[in-house]
């Protein structure tokens, strides 16, 4: 059973354009959430977090948004660069676990 | 500072053996946290090391199992290797407890099984 869902296997976006990640969890016990992405052959690289007790955490072109009611999450990238162009995942714990649950990932092409 | 350090980078072994995998975490950095990635299943917690004690561990067999050295670096072990242990083997290490610090990754160890 997943517990942390990306139902978009891919996204492609023209350069200079808004990218919108989205992510859906099951477990309300959640209270940490993360994004990482990833290109070929390499581990993945943190991006950005936030924690259960906010609803919005921005840093540069990142933001994301937690809607704890809808148990969904969402990354924002403004604008969308041909670099961000790899996969992104989504992960969360609970309880101040080192334990993450990962979303299966979803591949965004940024078009120039 | 140096990321985080996993040896080998690639791996061929045969069903039956075992192996062993290497992770030296970001200097300061005491917890340490092993993940496999298949293209079917994702990526999925195998077991976290902090202070050389085994604090969680996910849903695998014990034929996985690993141990943390008193300078924090980690090792796994798989044991009787089965052709599904084909994966991408992560490390990811942070600077305490408390899951309110990301993890950290390396560029992983690719294990495949002939």
């Known amino acids: 059973d997943q517990q942390v869902k990306q139902n978009s296997p891919s996204l492609s976006v023209q350069e200079g354009r808004i990218s919108i990640l989205n992510c859906d969890y099951t477990?309300?016990?959640?209270?940490?959430f993360l994004w990482y992405k990833k290109y070929p052959a390499e581990g993945p690289t943190f991006l950005i977090s936030?924690?259960?007790?906010?609803d919005k955490n921005e840093d540069g072109r990142f933001t994301v948004f937690l809607n704890k009611s809808a148990k969904h999450l969402s990354l924002h990238i403004v604008p969308s660069q041909p670099g961000d162009s790899a996969v992104y995942f989504c992960?969360?714990?609970?309880?101040?676990?080192?334990?993450?649950?990962f979303g299966k990932g979803t591949k965004l092409t940024v078009n120039p | 500072k140096a990321g985080v350090t996993q040896t080998p980078r690639y791996l061929i072994k045969t069903r039956g053996q075992q192996v062993t995998l290497s992770c030296s975490p970001i200097?300061?950095?005491?917890?340490v946290s092993w993940y496999q990635q298949t293209p079917g299943q994702g990526l999925q917690f195998l077991f976290e090391?902090?202070?050389?004690?085994?604090?969680n561990k996910g849903n695998f067999p014990g034929r996985f199992s690993g141990r943390q050295f008193s300078n924090s670096r980690s090792e796994m072990n798989v044991s009787t290797l089965e052709l599904g242990d084909s994966a991408l083997y992560l490390c990811a290490s942070s600077p305490e407890t408390g899951g309110v610090q990301p993890q950290h990754f390396g560029d992983g160890t690719r294990l495949s099984i002939l």
């Open positions: 090391y902090f202070s050389e004690t085994q604090r």
């Open positions: 477990n309300s016990m959640f209270d940490y």
């Open positions: 200097s300061g950095h005491r917890s």
């Open positions: 992960a969360a714990s609970e309880g101040g676990s080192e334990k993450l649950v």
């Open positions: 936030i924690s259960s007790i906010k």
